[in-house]
């Protein structure tokens, strides 16, 4: 019964080894209809400015879905991200405008903060073998409620000059006057995220161990990769990303809402599929999660330029999105599997 | 049996302990119930009443996750019945009982469809069940806000749409009475019938449950779909209740609190095993925290970190290596791992 389908293929196509890029090639090709798709219908969407509002409105949810890549990378989820970035701006506001605490040791401290926090998760996680999805619930509930302690209404963050820096612009090809763009810093640092995610996900003995623990973590503690360390610091790297992005919408609103962020961890998990990245882990790219948040952002430019299109809309056709990514996922990992026995 | 009821003591203990503290707050009134206009009334009477939609979406969720699946939509298809029926109740005569009726049953039939459509998914496209139901977790809500115009629909007090929510058969408040009866109704089918034994196989294994001659996929579509309609229904208590349908806030969250309760029921994630009375209790143990938090007077921002404190807790006591680890002090290490059976379950909580 078995004796037909053992042989190898008989010959290799050109696309045997690209198939993974597929998916990251489909996001890529659709953020470029949708662009052109605004230029065709709107005028003013030619405007490089559209682009680089794409990188200031989303820069916190950037860094935080470049954390929830390595998470999902390793097989796991992190639904504490939201929770945990608004307890982050939160403290920073508590921190300074309260307690007269310099802004630099306040920010330190939050990012030590949420590394340490995700270090904590990560090690419930492996060594009690708690599902990530239950470990990671109890920080959205644990920060959330922390958050809402410290204050259940906003607090201006207006009068410490320390966050004027983030919003402070560079001017490229002219400035935004001159048809160019302008980018604020905090954009900046969502884009050293991205390298300094995309160098230790592709370069480093780290980012490979990542990949290795999504495919197979039994095959990984075969290899005798550090599975534990892995597993444990894919939830620290989430951890110091949630609070890297309070610190950035520290900046970006100069204030702190207790509920801010509440769902941020679906739009995480969102842009991070519809990046191409598949939910059991293995397989993926921190670059198409870059895409995948600019595809988010530009569903939300496209819907305020059209202006008649209610907000809903973007949720909607989000999950549709994620509907079609899912299952041409399950596609190509079925072709594969076929193709491999 | 008997380690049926082993199960059930730790919660059942824990909801006495929280009882106790709040009639210890708040006296003997807290627990008697009172009869107020022809229906019965009190603190604990209210908190039972409150927990129904809760209750309701907890006890599809236990089937859920007895098929080793896990269902995040609820909270949205909650919105999405209350937004159907509420929208459809004030575009027509409000009083006739023509229109409610028609209005719940087209509610409860998305509902039901919903649910189908997240069971097809998890078994016939083998998505993972957390990623199958999370499309509908994000876009479900922008649905039950496209059916409502972004409105918040509102009916008439005088509707009979609203008993559902406020009213009361022979003193007892009408949302208790349905959900005893869904407890009662699933509880029979599933334990008097195979069809429980037949979650649990397909939790357990489905490859061996389907070569053993179960039609699992089917039993993973009804599954699904019982929870899609349990979801619906308590989104028509909440709506009659407030006698509106948020599409945005309604039943926000609800899907977390199930899951914690059918965790708390003594239900593992892992599938192959459920209790639909554990389901009951974790349900009443989380609404009683709610208002124990309040009655020893903390400031309700103490939810939140209270229900933490409870996943936390209830998340590492499952654990068997968190045992292992708690146990090894008191016992030679012999490598063999425990089996997670009730008797280690409650060795262990004792320590």
Known sequence: MSTTVTERPSRTTLFDGLGRYIPIGVTVALLIVMYLGGIAAFPRFSSPQVIASLFIDNAALLIIAVGMTFVILSGGIDLSVGSMMAFSTMSI??????????????????????????????????????????ATLAGLFLYRGLTLQLSDHDVSMRDIAFFDWGMLRMDFAGGQRDGGFSLPNISFIALAV???????????????????VGGSESSALLMGLPVARTKVGVYAVSGFCAALGGVVAAYYTKSANPLAGVGLELDAIAAVVIGGTILTGGTGFV???????????????LIAFQGDLSSWWARIVVGVLLLAFILLQRFLSRSGEKRRT | MNAYLKRLIWPLAVLVTLIVVNIAQTGFDFIVPSVHDGRLGGAFVNILRNSVPLLLIALGMTLVIATKGIDLSVGAVYAIGAAIACQWIIDRDQSAFGTILTAVILALLVAAVIGAWNGAMVAYFGVQPIVA????????????????????????????????????????PVPIVIGVLVFAVLALLTRTTALGMLLEAVGGNPAASRLAGIRSKGITILAYLVCGFCAG???????????????????????LDAILAVVIGGTALIGGRFFLLGTVIGVAIIETLNVTIINVGLSSQWQFTAKAIVVFVVAVLQSPEFRAWLLKPFRRPDGGEPAPEPADDKEALAK
């Open chain 2, 233 to 255: 229904l308590a989104g028509l208590i909440g709506a009659a209740n407030l006698g509106s349908a948020d599409a945005n806030n309604g039943g926000l969250w609800i899907e």
């Open chain 2, 133 to 172: 139901t999370l499309i509908l977790m994000i876009a479900g809500r922008g649905i039950a806000q496209l059916i409502t115009g972004g409105q918040i629909p509102s009916v008439s007090d005088s509707t009979p749409f609203v008993e559902l929510g406020r009213g009361a058969i022979a003193t007892i």
């Open chain 1, 194 to 212: 991205v390298i300094v995610a995309f160098i230790v996900l592709h370069y480093t003995r780290f980012g490979r161990g990542v990949y290795a």
């Open chain 1, 93 to 134: 506001a508590a921190l300074t405008v309260d307690l007269g605490v310099p802004a630099e040791v306040a920010v330190a401290a939050v990012l030590a903060f949420g590394t340490l926090s995700g270090l904590f998760t990560g090690a419930v996680i492996h060594y009690f073998n708690v599902q990530p999805f239950i």
């Open chain 1, 287 to 301: 670059l198409g999660t870059v895409a995948g948040v600019m595809v988010m952002g530009l569903l939300t430019t």
